[in-house]
């Protein structure tokens, strides 16, 4: 015989899986989004460090 209510409760779990699995790559998209947005700013940033960097080594 078939298990409705085991059925039912595995159904349920991996609704609540796919909506945990949604929700995270919402997160990533939005800070993927975030990185393609600001990629020159961050780029920007970081080559002047290097550069405070080298002028620091060589000083």
Do not use: P
């Amino acid at each position: 015989m078939f298990d409705y209510k085991k059925f039912s409760r595995e159904l349920e779990q991996t609704n609540q899986d796919i909506e945990k699995t949604r929700i995270e790559w919402q997160k990533t998209k939005a800070q993927m989004d975030f990185l393609v947005k600001h990629r020159y700013k961050i780029w920007t940033i970081y080559l002047v460090c290097i550069a405070l960097i080298i002028l620091g080594l060589v000083k």
